[in-house]
């Protein structure tokens, strides 16, 4: 359901896409230049994926996303922003067999179901680039490319029949991220847009538990301008 549900979403991107590119009579939307400051928040699904140190990789493919921006227009087609970005996945897993937890493989438990979360975020100093015109349909195209902070998040919590749900061990790691995002906005009144994008970061930890690490994912936005 979940999968089928990003599938639906990652299809109205293209096809709002396609739609900027038609002549702008056959489009009833509101045109207009961008005001010079932005807030947004956007909200998605993607899928995550972890590489250890040794080379053994972890998919999880179900994961929400939340995404939070912050913007200055430089002119009419750049504006430069700050944008965070926040995947997380939640799931339970049977007991690997040998007295340890599946990351944590220093301490032991008698628990048969391992309560575990992963997390990707990212903080970074984006470029936006708007390439339509500004007064036409193709305005409502936006490219981002960023640069900043990543880190990942380990939590796995023993379950026991019976007994407190206790906090169990978490481990964030440090690094650095890449990340890029197209889509296009619609203007829903003067000073706010909704639309859709799709989006890929990328992060380098060299830590521990994750070497390196990426996401990918499309998401539903809401932006203010003023």
């Not at 599946?102 to 680039?129: C, G, N, P």
């Not at 749900?165 to 706010?192: I, K, P, T």
């Amino acid at each position: 359901m979940v999968k089928s549900g990003l599938l639906l979403v990652i299809i109205a991107v293209a096809v709002a896409l396609f739609g900027a590119a038609a002549p702008d009579d056959a489009l009833a939307l509101t045109k207009q230049p961008r005001p010079a400051w932005m807030v947004g928040i956007s909200w998605g699904l993607g899928r995550g994926v972890f590489q250890s140190p040794d080379g053994e990789t972890q998919k999880y493919s179900e994961g929400g996303i939340a995404l939070i921006r912050f913007g200055r227009m430089v002119g009419s087609r750049a504006m430069v922003a700050l944008n965070y970005t926040g995947w997380i996945i939640e799931f339970d897993e049977e007991h690997r067999g040998n007295g340890e937890l599946s990351l944590f493989t220093d301490e032991v438990t008698d628990s048969t179901i391992i309560k575990s979360r992963r997390s990707q975020q990212q903080m970074a100093l984006s470029l936006y680039w708007f390439p339509g015109r500004p007064n036409g349909a193709s305005a409502g195209v936006y490219l981002r490319a960023g640069a900043g902070m990543s880190w990942s998040g380990s939590n796995e919590v023993p379950i026991t029949p019976g007994a407190p749900q206790g906090h169990g061990n978490r481990l964030d790691e440090w690094g650095w991220g890449l990340s890029a995002e197209g889509g296009y906005e619609f203007w829903v009144s003067r000073n706010a847009t909704l639309g859709l994008g799709v989006f890929y970061n990328y992060m380098s930890a060299q830590e521990t538990i994750v070497d390196n690490g990426w996401l990918a994912g499309a998401a539903i936005n809401f932006n203010i301008y003023f």
